[in-house]
């Protein structure tokens, strides 16, 4: 299927903002959905909305049954062992939590250690830091290389026997950096720590095999890969997940309910109180089904060529700076930019009028903007419906963007 095709699945592509084609380039924020996962969340709705696993009516076992097959769905699309090491999180935010709350505070004393590093999102920064708080643990972090990649030497002089948990994010939100998580594992390992990946930026775009990469745990969104927003997915290794605490209580995740005590159900759904995420499981579950269906070798190949294209045109721009690793073949389908003498808010705004969406801030990556010595940046990212010709325009448009600003000062 070509991306000429692949467009004309995605309806919200098909209108002008602004009085101008939509050029959508914010995928790394979220991403846009197919016609396929829109129809799914609309026919749950309309035909068999229910609550799941405790009713026995019709609507019920319907509900059940397409709920179960999007958690085996998820299964496969990472490779995992048991649909036991899939959870439902709100997102992958909450799936980093759940470990920092549960497996970290459990486990952790004074003098442990917990490593992380500059590029995180602060999703995979702020609950080891709470965590750190509440066990005496210390924080530390992998430093960085100029091009904004990870040394495994550096790797290897950060963890340590005191290491318990090192957690890095399998491809940076705001230098495309991908780094070598199977390789990171294997270091953590030897020193008896676990590993956590967080994938929020790597699932929707490169295929995932949680065992082969060796982790302990992988988080990632359905709301970056096609799917609905409000649900994300933890995969854990069993024995782990087994000997850890739920971090919220209430219906579904309970056994046995007494006066004083309570027990657990068994994996998954200890770790899934309350009513679930639904209709949001199965629109990940439809979306996965499209992903594939397209072929995620597929979609890593036509990023790869809309960076190096992307890279090769912002970098003819005079005053740019783009961060990052400069070469195509170690990042993934982003570009992080900032233009000589105007603020990143000021580029997305002239790009808006353009009809050209852009991200600018911090990116929830403060540290990282301070590890860069800049206060925000502004950034472009694609996916599998994107096209050279968004690239044309976005370059037209921060060109433009670049005269107005030299002629109002």
């Known amino acids: 299927m070509n991306v000429q095709d692949i467009r004309k699945l995605f309806p919200i592509l098909d209108q002008e903002v602004n009085g101008n084609p939509l050029v959508y380039l914010d995928n790394a924020a979220t991403s846009q959905k197919p016609i396929s996962v829109i129809e799914a ?43 036991e090491e899939v959870i439902f999180t709100r997102g992958t935010t909450t799936a980093l939590n759940m470990v920092a709350a549960s497996y970290a505070r459990a486990n952790l004393t004074k003098g442990d250690e917990i490593v992380i590093s500059y590029m995180e999102h602060h999703s995979n920064i702020i ?23 990870i040394s495994l030497d550096d790797v290897r002089e950060t963890i340590t026997q005191n ?102 159900k068994e994996l998954p759904w200890k770790f899934e109180g309350g009513t679930p995420i639904i209709a949001g499981a199965i629109g990940l579950g439809v979306a996965i089904d499209f992903l594939q269906e397209i072929g995620l070798d597929n979609i890593l190949a036509h990023e790869h060529k809309l960076v190096a294209y992307a ?18 073949d170690k990042r993934a389908g982003l570009v992080t ?28 990556a403060q540290p990282l903007m301070k590890w860069l010595d800049v206060s925000a940046t502004a950034r472009a990212s694609f996916y599998l419906y ?24």
């Open 127 to 149: 609950p080891w830091q709470q965590a750190a708080k509440h066990t005496g643990a210390t924080l530390k972090y992998i430093p960085l290389q100029e091009d904004g990649t």
């Open 41 to 83: 969340l609309e026919k749950y709705y309309r035909e068999y909305n229910s609550n799941v696993h405790r009713g026995v009516h019709t609507l019920g076992t319907r509900a059940t049954d397409a709920y179960e097959g999007a958690r085996e769905k998820v299964r496969k699309f990472i490779n995992a062992k048991s649909t």
């Open 163 to 264: 290491t318990k948990i090192v957690s890095i994010v399998h491809v940076s939100n705001v230098l495309g950096s991908i780094n070598p998580i199977k390789e990171i594992a294997k270091i953590a390992h030897e020193n008896g720590a676990i590993m956590v990946v967080d994938g929020a930026q790597s699932a929707p775009h490169m295929k995932i095999d949680v065992q082969d990469l060796d982790c302990d745990f992988f988080a990632f969104s359905s709301h970056k890969m096609c799917g609905p927003t409000g649900i994300g997915v933890l995969y854990g290794r069993k024995e782990f997940l087994e000997n850890m605490e739920p971090v919220e209580f209430g219906g579904e995740m309970i056994d046995f309910v007494g006066l004083y005590e309570s027990t657990w």
């Open 311 to 328: 890279l090769k045109k912002l970098s003819e721009i005079e005053g740019i700076t783009i961060y990052g690793p400069k070469d195509p």
């Open 386 to 409: 994107n096209t050279e010709d968004d690239i044309d325009k976005l370059v037209k448009g921060l060109v433009k963007t670049k005269e107005y600003f030299s002629d109002v000062f």
């Open 337 to 364: 930019f900032n233009i000589e003498g105007v603020h990143p808010h000021d580029v997305a705004t002239v790009l808006d009028a353009e009809g050209i969406a852009v991200r600018a801030g911090h990116h929830c």
